[in-house]
């Protein structure tokens, strides 16, 4: 099997943050690949690392058998790469956005008008190439971005937050269209996300990241297997102590976790168990006030893995980020 990126102990540090804190993988060719974090993680980071627009502070790097280290401009023949912040020349059409970028790769002027309309068709764009790009959806822009990130054939796309602020039904286009370059166009795919749906529906692997570092790496359906049965959420008014205490003692318990109000529970068939709950609720005063019983999700195993919510960290990094500009930074 031949690998398409490796990444050894890589590091990335800023004056204050560790962005990159001793991240390591391998992604053989032809997979798809995710990494899945809150804002803030390090997911764009690492992608700007592969793709040598920054350099690491320490650690290894290659993607498609070149270091980062080594010949940028090999490498970078070899890669597409759709960037997190939209970058299309609204006044432009959507094919001359595509000609424009063309133009850096040496292709001879037939080989771009033919790879062009490829790409275009590949997207479902071709209908729409001559109209200027101002006028398209939020959608039509992204497959643009995308069908623009494969204009010189590249061995390895990268796609940093690809359904970023698009509607569901939009995503599930765009999902469409990723699956499609992967599986029929064989290209190896990295992308970057927020969304769990998007990883656990995307990718055959997906690293989970938290704050620099990877915390659990394999199949979305193994990390889900890892947390074994059902989940059972309790929301709880007022102490919870006294419950806790005595679930602890459940030995068909196989996990608890609490944050914010909430009490999440593993457990074998979770839907027979929820009596002896609310018995034991009962039992030691505890006012519950909503159970909700589901299969474990990613958003689960991120909250098992790192303690705390995808949702939650993206909070705090929010009013950080409201915090720094209100100090009017720059
Ligand atoms: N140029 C930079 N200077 C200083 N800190 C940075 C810079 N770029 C990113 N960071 C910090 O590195 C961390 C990781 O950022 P990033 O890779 O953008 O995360 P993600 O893409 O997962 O949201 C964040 O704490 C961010 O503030
Ligand atoms: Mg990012």
């Given amino acids: 099997m031949k690998i398409a990126i490796k990444v050894e102990n890589l590091v990335k540090c800023y004056e204050k943050t560790v962005a990159v804190d001793h991240v390591s993988f391998a992604i053989p060719e032809g997979e798809l690949f995710g990494l899945l974090g809150p804002n803030g993680a390090g997911k764009t980071t690492i992608i700007n690392i592969l793709a040598t627009l920054i350099r690491p502070t320490s650690g290894y790097a290659e993607v498609a058998g070149i270091s980062v280290a080594g010949d940028r401009d090999a490498l970078r023949r070899r890669i597409g790469i759709v960037f997190q912040e939209p970058a299309l020349d609204v006044k432009l059409t959507g ?40 006028k398209y959806s939020g959608g039509m822009k992204r497959r643009l971005e995308i069908a623009r990130g494969l204009v010189q054939h590249p061995k390895v796309l990268f796609l940093d937050e690809p359904t970023l602020g698009l ?36 990718c055959d692997r997906v690293a989970i990241i938290d704050k620099g570092r990877i915390v659990a790496m394999d199949t979305p359906t193994h990390l889900k297997d890892v947390l074994g049965g059902d989940m059972v959420h309790l929301e709880i008014s007022g102490g ?30 979770g839907d027979k168990r929820i009596p002896e709950l609310m018995c034991a609720a009962m039992q030691t005063g505890t006012q519950v006030l909503s159970v909700n019983l589901r299969k474990p999700s990613l958003e689960d195993v991120f909250l098992h893995f790192t303690g705390s919510t995808i949702r939650e960290e993206e909070l705090v990094h929010e009013s950080q980020f409201h915090f720094v500009h209100g100090r009017g930074r720059r």
């Fill in 240 to 269: 919870d102590e006294p419950l806790v205490d005595v679930l602890r003692n459940a030995d068909w318990i196989t996990a608890i976790k609490r944050h914010d109000g909430q009490l999440s529970l593993t457990m074998e068939q």
């Fill in 95 to 134: 094919r001359e956005n595509l000609q424009f970028h063309a133009m850096m790769y040496s292709l001879s002027k037939p080989e771009r008008k033919q790879r062009i309309a490829h790409v275009l068709e590949l997207v479902d764009l071709l209908d729409k190439a001559d109209l200027l790009v101002e």
């Fill in 167 to 202: 509607d569901s039904q939009t995503r599930r286009h765009i999902w469409d269209y990723i699956r499609k370059l992967n599986k029929e166009k064989r290209v190896t795919i990295i992308l970057t996300t927020h969304y769990m749906d998007e990883a656990d529906y995307l």
